[in-house]
């Protein structure tokens, strides 16, 4: 699944690409997929997106937002798989999303796991639930560090919550999943159970420098090593934590790397370095 340094990536790519390119066609999936959610048929899309221009697009959280002109804005959100420019005369023979121009090159987007692929009248995308009342994505100007000791604060007065809880529940973070999340909880030395009430106030600002490092790194990186870009390049960003670490020794401390199934979803950690 992409999250915020693949995205940011990938919306680059679109820039440099696409941007004033006119659209001459655009299809929907035709390979079924029980996980992607469209908004459109296929024959309202078509006719919709025909004839439109690429401007630049933007990232909010897991969002990729490509407006297109006049009037519209395609929306692919919280996704995984591949979005790739096809820069010779060709049509993939399985897609979600197929969109050509007019010099005969185009993109497509395959989804794994799950996706989002829609199409807005511009204006009408910030009425959809996980888009509207969006946080603040650790890449906006608003996310300082007092915006972040305030979340925490607020999260402690409604209750229990987690270091992993805080970082992939709830679009609290919008933009981390359960990678990023992994490296940010390693690096910064907490177990992802940790209760955000436990953390002392140096915890609470070395996770928020720890995010914002790690994030900028990665996009530094062009995303991570397991994602492919708009070119089908894999990313630069080695993940830490991932599958293949476990049983090893931390690259730290030497102890065997553990995992652990917690909030929905695997969870590798090192058991030394990051304490309960
Ligand atoms: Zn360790």
């Not at 659209?23 to 006719?47: C, M």
């Not at 929306?75 to 005369?89: A, M």
């Not at 100007?141 to 999260?155: A, H, M, N, V």
């Amino acid at each position: 699944m992409f999250e915020l340094p693949e995205l940011i990536n990938l919306s680059k790519q679109i820039n440099d690409t696409l941007v004033g390119k006119k659209i001459t066609r655009g299809e929907l999936g035709n390979s079924p997929h029980k996980f992607v959610w469209y908004n459109l048929d296929h024959a309202d899309f078509a006719k919709l997106i025909r004839g439109k221009t690429v401007k630049p697009s933007y990232v909010k959280g897991r969002w990729l937002f490509i407006p297109v002109d006049p009037g519209y804005i395609l929306v692919l959100g919280e996704f995984g798989g591949k979005l790739t420019y096809l820069p010779d005369h060709e049509k993939p023979e399985k897609y979600h999303l197929w969109i050509e121009f007019e010099n005969l090159t185009s993109m497509s987007l395959v989804i794994q796991m799950w996706g989002v692929i829609e199409l807005y009248k511009k204006g009408k995308e910030l009425e959809r639930q996980h888009i509207k009342n969006m946080r603040p994505d650790p890449l906006h100007k608003d996310f300082t560090e007092k915006y972040f000791l305030k979340i925490i604060d607020s999260l402690i007065a409604e209750g229990k919550r987690s270091v992993k809880g805080l970082l992939t529940q709830d679009q609290i973070l919008p933009g981390i999943g359960n990678s990023m999340a992994q490296e940010i909880m390693f690096i910064a030395r907490l177990h992802p159970k940790r209760e955000l009430k436990d953390l002392k106030k140096s915890e609470r600002v070395r996770l928020f420098e720890t995010i914002n490092q790690t994030i900028h790194n990665a996009i530094q990186l062009g995303g991570r090593q397991d994602e492919v870009d708009f070119f089908n390049q894999p990313g630069q960003y080695k993940r830490l934590m991932n599958s293949r670490v476990v049983g090893k020794p931390c690259s730290v401390c030497g102890a065997p790397i553990q995992k652990m199934q917690y909030l929905g979803g695997t969870c590798v950690y090192c058991p030394i370095c990051q304490k309960l």
